[in-house]
């Protein structure tokens, strides 16, 4: 009788995640993890800061190398696109015409960046992978002029590595400010104020016209010198391989609470998929967050095994940007009403509340640790639909963790 065999579908975290929570789990049998790429995984985070900033040429961080790989006996197909799955005969098409069986498919195939569509959009740069950091990387030299569309976390954080390398930095974001996706203002601002401050233009509410060979026109007239063009405008799912396998879609791979697709067989996690949150009503969310891939693999391995595990982690990510660090955990845009916290000078934390007074977000943002307890208790607090006194959010010397208890 042939052993079940558990194939994975993309080589970021989410999938190298799920190649260790197989062993983690006492599975035995076989593994096999395909990714498009010829590197084994390597994590991304680092990509828009210290890949770029660092004096020696970037190196890949890995989640799994070679020896690690080996000791799981997981069978690493690099460089293998997957282009088709046939769920009747249970296997994965690679572009070389090999087929892998399966009986449990996890995929993991992540999102890739949208691109500009305006005349000239050929020009801007996009990252996604190792190539595109070392390509950014040797294109930010001091002097040169650098033009990011768009004012969200990838396109802010390569605005700060810019500027940290000597050129000279605009930001052309559509919305009237930067981190309109899920960040208060109050916070928003103080990154804008800080990239001010590192000399970095950045302009709101500001349509393109064109994108020339050495500047971007925009629609009011106004023309911004452009060595270098970088598209920062969000990630769309990589849909592609579930959408040729007929599985239901949902701002990505519709799966369900247990992170199981439409197809029984096949489970989807990270930034290609959306589930509904019982944290949050059954909102159904899709996270672009490296916490959340690395989650999610673990809860969707257990249940590929049989488990029945929901997925309800609260959603938690970060950026860093010059000194500065900001965190986000739940959904703040679901509040009505905000508590300011306080806990160091310099630092700012907001507590969201929604119309019940249950907490459903924290926004902090401060320089180095100053932030982290409090919001990792407040994540804890929101996990627990817990409805805290507002005047205990706000005295910095009421110990939050006192809030946990039973």
């Given at each position: 009788?042939?052993?079940?065999?558990?194939?994975?579908?993309?080589?970021?975290?989410?999938?190298?995640?799920?190649?260790?929570?197989?062993?983690?789990?006492?599975?035995?049998?076989?593994?096999?993890?395909?990714?498009?790429?010829?590197?084994?995984?390597?994590?991304?985070?680092?990509?828009?800061?210290?890949?770029?900033?660092e004096d020696a040429e970037p190196q890949p961080v890995y989640l799994l190398d070679e020896g690690m790989m080996a000791s799981l006996e997981v069978n690493f197909l690099r460089g293998s696109a997957a282009t088709t799955i046939d769920r009747n005969a249970k296997t994965v098409s690679l572009a070389d015409g090999t087929k892998i069986p399966y009986d449990r498919l996890l995929v993991a195939t992540g999102a890739e960046p949208r691109r500009l569509l305006q005349a000239g959009a050929e020009r801007a740069l996009l990252l996604r992978d190792l190539a595109d950091s070392a390509k950014i990387r040797s294109e930010f030299i001091g002097g040169n002029s650098v033009a990011i569309v768009g004012g969200g976390f990838i396109g802010l954080e390569l605005a700060a590595s810019a500027a940290k390398r000597g050129c000279r930095v605009t930001v052309i974001e559509a919305q009237p400010r930067i981190l309109m996706r899920g960040i208060p203002p109050e916070i928003a601002s103080r990154i804008a104020a800080r990239h001010?401050?590192?000399?970095?233009?950045?302009?709101?509410?500001?349509?393109?016209?064109?994108?020339?060979?050495?500047?971007?026109?925009?629609?009011?007239?106004?023309?911004?010198?452009?060595?270098?063009?970088?598209?920062?405008?969000?990630?769309?799912?990589?849909?592609?391989?579930?959408?040729?396998?007929g599985l239901a879609l949902d701002n990505g791979i519709a799966c369900n609470t247990y992170l199981q697709t439409s197809d029984p067989h096949i489970f989807a996690v990270g930034d290609c998929c959306s589930f509904p949150h019982p944290v949050f009503g059954n909102e159904r969310l899709r996270l672009e967050a490296w916490r959340n891939a690395s989650d999610q693999a673990i809860v969707a391995v257990e249940n590929m095994l049989g488990g029945q595990r929901p997925y309800e982690a609260v959603p938690w990510f970060w950026t860093d940007q010059y000194e500065l660090t900001l965190q986000i955990a739940g959904l703040p845009h679901r509040g009505v009403s905000i508590v300011q916290r306080?806990?160091?000078?310099?630092?700012?934390?907001?507590?969201?509340?929604?119309?019940?007074?249950?907490?459903?977000?924290?926004?902090?943002?401060?320089?180095?640790?100053?932030?982290?307890?409090?919001?990792?208790?407040?994540?804890?607090?929101?996990?627990?639909k817990a409805a805290p006194d507002p005047a205990a959010l706000a005295d910095t010397t009421f110990q939050l963790k006192s809030l946990l208890k039973p």
């Open positions: 009788m042939t052993q079940a065999s558990m194939v994975i579908v993309g080589g970021g975290k989410a999938g190298a995640r799920a190649a260790v929570a197989f062993r983690e789990n006492a599975w035995k049998g076989p593994v096999t993890l395909i990714s498009d790429e010829a590197l084994a995984p390597y994590d991304r985070p680092p990509l828009s800061k210290a890949a770029i900033m001010a401050e590192a000399g970095v233009a950045i302009l709101t509410s500001a349509g393109i016209a064109q994108i020339g060979p050495d500047k971007i026109l925009l629609s009011d007239g106004r023309e911004i010198p452009a060595d270098i063009v970088i598209a920062g405008i969000g990630a769309a799912p990589r849909i592609k391989l579930a959408e040729q396998a306080v806990p160091k000078e310099g630092a700012l934390i907001l507590c969201h509340l929604d119309g019940e007074g249950r907490l459903v977000g924290a926004s902090g943002i401060g320089q180095g640790n100053s932030i982290a307890r409090d919001i990792r208790l407040l994540e804890m607090l929101i996990g627990k």
